[in-house]
């Protein structure tokens, strides 16, 4: 573990309320410099809220959050040069050109004039967007404006950026550049908070933050929480069909877990030797074909299913 | 500082330039307005449809019921036989008025006696209905004074001079044809500024809050103030620009005279803007959407109609109500544009106006920049 000079986020014991709903239940963790920290969760399980009360955008209804050494619950504005912020929703001016959008925002920032020129072809290149300075941002491909984004955020040189699902609703291709970008930040000491739900992408984060309905239900490093899961063993069945395969297999003897993934289900046994002989008789004794059934090595998803228990509503990830 | 205001000033110009119909919208519908309302407000009646229900058939009934239709403030469309069918035309709103004259009309007239003309009116409209009663009144009083002379000449010639009567002269002041447009076409221009105002103001201010826009906004260090000002300076350049349109389409197409000073106008306009644009603004805070934004600004739009004595007299006023108007900032500006437009009195006169206007307008902006914040609780 670095030391704690090193630290340039601690959040300890946040709330945050909504009226009579908690969106955020008594999180703490910490982020060190340069590091990639990744939120990870089902819709609504409170990223964004958690992100947004870093940026102080959100006060926190309790606890303490200190941003680049700066209390956001009590000083919101101090914090604003330290950090770069890219919302869950496109939000640069559809209407305004490339490079007008980043004057606009290099100027909100206070960028100095004489850096400010360098500061946006920096931007522009980053973005891949030379020889489209000039075209209306709403016009960009997903993966560009996501990159303009990116680019937006970093004007102001920010030792600290927050991106709410960054590369929701972008082609794989621009997730890869996309996550080359953000290995790129962390290279240079910039602490990198993403979001997303993702579950491949949580492999390229140093650490996670496991978050379900407001609460973490667990932290560390990817081979850290797949580790987690390591009691018992984890099978991949193929079956047909696979409806009834899961209500079968979710009440039988020794089986402590199943779930669908893509086209074929998750089931985590106490025991590999004995369910690989008997599952497949009992599947196949209630009509159901079993085409095939084999240990593999535990993901994050699954980390995430036993971890949340069956309020995991996890969608998406490496088998979609 | 002036380095954000300005990047905001630009970024507005660049949006309301790529945005031609933004442009379009902000500008035709306000004169459209204008000259709809222009004509469809007034206080007058005229051509009132009127039934008349003749049972007298005598020289005077035919001389009374020609004065209704000679004026042009009556149309005579029906000729009922019977008090019943008169009703029923009165039932389905055939007609407003209807005149009946009773037998034996013309000769209670010829005895000396006073001979009834029953008037019914329908009184849905009350206003229509009173204005209406006013004039039948004065059509039986001017027939009755006639009829009076030509009696009295015809029984006593010799004493025809001595008949007495105070006669009025009318002077109206500053509208002298008393064209209720002369009223009404400066107090649109009133109207018209604050309506739009208060709906751009609060939906450019929604509307990036809708798109997220603001959220991005509110992560960089840019201050309350900035922001505000960034966002509602083209709308008070906006305002003027409108004002002086809507008032020179005003003045040229109803011909209402501009008898005062453009300047005392312009720091009346001025004024009355800061309050406006710091209502759109204290809307724009609370809302989350276009649509509440919109009903919003009904909410606030209707009692700031009602109470500026754009229609209605403030002196007819229950007194509390009275009281209300004084926070109206319409109310000011509406003394001020009819008194610029048409009596052209300066500042002399027109200082407490520019005053109250000044002081509503400093403080519900201070209200709206302390209760603007950079958050999205
Ligand atoms: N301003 C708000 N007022 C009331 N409830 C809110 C508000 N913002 C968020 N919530 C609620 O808080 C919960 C957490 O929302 P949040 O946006 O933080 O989730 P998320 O993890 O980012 O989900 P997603 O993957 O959908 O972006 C949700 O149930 C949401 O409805
Ligand atoms: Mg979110």
């Given at each position: 573990m670095p030391n704690d000079g090193n630290i340039s986020v601690r959040v300890d014991g946040l709330v945050k309320r909504f009226g009579s709903f908690?969106?955020?239940?008594?999180v703490s963790f910490s982020a060190y410099r340069g590091e990639i920290l990744g939120f990870l969760g089902p819709n609504g399980a409170g990223k964004s809220t958690v992100i947004r009360i870093l940026c102080g955008l959100l006060r926190p209804s309790e606890g303490s959050v200190i941003v680049a050494g700066v209390d956001v619950g009590k000083?919101?504005?101090?914090?604003r040069h330290h950090i770069g912020y890219m919302s869950q929703?496109?939000?640069?001016?559809?209407?305004?050109?490339v490079s007008e959008n980043l004057r606009f925002f290099a100027g909100l920032y206070g960028v100095d004039r004489g850096i400010a020129g360098d500061r946006i072809r920096e931007a522009i290149s980053l973005a891949g967007l030379q020889g489209h300075e000039?075209?209306?941002?709403?016009?960009?491909?997903g993966g560009w404006k996501q990159r303009l984004a990116l680019g937006c955020a970093l004007l102001h040189r920010p030792e600290i950026l927050f991106l709410d699902?960054?590369?929701?609703?972008?082609?794989p291709m621009s997730r890869r550049q996309f996550w080359d970008l953000i290995h790129g930040m962390s290279g240079r000491g910039v602490t990198v908070f993403v979001s997303t739900h993702y579950m491949d992408e949580?492999?390229?984060?140093?650490r996670l933050v496991l978050m379900n309905r407001g609460r973490v239900v667990a932290m560390g490093t990817p081979p850290e929480l797949r580790h987690l899961v390591k009691k018992g063993a984890l099978l991949l069945a193929k079956c047909e069909p696979l409806g009834t395969a899961l209500q079968i297999l979710q009440g039988s003897?020794?089986?402590a877990e199943a779930a669908v993934f893509g086209n074929s289900l998750h089931v985590r046994v106490e025991q590999a030797e004995d369910a690989l002989v008997t599952l497949p008789a009992m599947l196949e004794s209630r009509g159901v074909k079993c085409v095939s059934l084999k240990p593999i090595e535990a993901s994050l998803e699954d980390v995430f299913v036993q971890l949340a228990g069956e309020q995991s509503a996890v969608r998406g990830g490496p088998d979609r | 500082m002036f380095g954000r205001i300005f990047h905001m000033l630009l970024k507005e110009f660049l949006e309301v330039k790529r945005d031609k119909w933004e442009r379009f919208r902000l500008l035709v519908p306000p004169l459209i307005q204008k000259v709809l309302f222009g004509y469809a407000a007034t206080f007058e009646v005229y051509h009132v449809s009127t039934a008349v229900l003749d049972l007298d058939h005598s020289q005077e009934s035919r001389e009374m019921v020609s004065r209704f239709t000679g004026?042009?403030?009556?149309?005579?469309?029906a000729l009922p036989s019977s008090s019943q069918a008169m009703r029923g035309l009165i039932d389905r709103s055939k007609i407003t008025v209807g005149i009946r004259i009773n037998p034996q009309f013309g000769e209670l007239l010829r005895k000396g006696q006073t001979a009834p003309l029953q008037v019914i009116v329908d009184g849905t409209n009350s206003n229509t209905a009173l204005l209406a009663l006013d004039y039948v009144g004065q059509i039986a009083a001017r027939f009755s004074s006639d009829y009076q002379r030509d009696y009295m000449n015809r029984i006593f010639p010799e004493y025809q001079v001595m008949l007495p009567s105070a006669k009025m002269e009318e002077r109206p002041w500053y509208n002298p044809d008393l064209d209720s447009q002369w009223f009404f076409v400066p107090g649109l221009v009133g109207s018209i500024a604050l309506m739009t105002i208060v709906n751009v103001t609060s939906f450019a201010i929604v509307r990036e809050r809708e798109i997220g826009t603001l959220e991005q906004i509110m992560?960089?260090?840019?201050?309350p103030i900035e922001f505000i000002l960034g966002k509602t300076v083209p709308f008070f350049v906006l305002g003027l620009i409108e004002v002086a349109l809507v008032a020179v389409a005003g003045a040229l197409w109803?011909?209402?005279?501009?008898?005062?000073?453009p300047l005392v106008m312009l720091l009346g306009t001025s004024l009355f803007l800061i309050s406006s644009l710091a209502v759109g603004l204290l809307i724009s805070t609370t809302c989350r959407t276009q649509q509440q934004a919109f009903a919003s600004g009904f909410f606030y739009l209707t009692p700031a109609f009602t109470l500026?004595?754009?229609?209605?007299?403030?002196?007819?006023?229950p007194t509390v109500m009275q009281w209300i108007?004084?926070?109206?900032?319409l109310r000011y500006y509406l003394v001020v544009l009819r008194g610029t437009f048409?009596?052209?009195?300066g500042l002399a006169i027109l200082w407490p106006q520019m005053v109250a206007m000044a002081i509503l307008g400093v403080a519900m902006f201070a209200v709206s920049v302390a209760r603007f914040e950079k958050s999205l609780d």
């Open positions: 908690t969106a955020v239940d008594r000083d919101p504005e101090g914090v929703k496109f939000s640069l001016y559809n209407d305004l050109e000039h075209d209306l941002t709403g016009t960009l491909a699902e960054p590369t929701s609703g972008v082609d949580a492999e390229y984060c140093d003897p020794g089986v | 004026n042009g403030r009556f149309d005579v469309e992560v960089t260090p840019i201050r109803f011909g209402v005279p501009f008898r005062g000073n500026s004595g754009f229609a209605f007299p403030i002196s007819s006023m108007t004084y926070l109206d900032p048409l009596k052209g009195t």
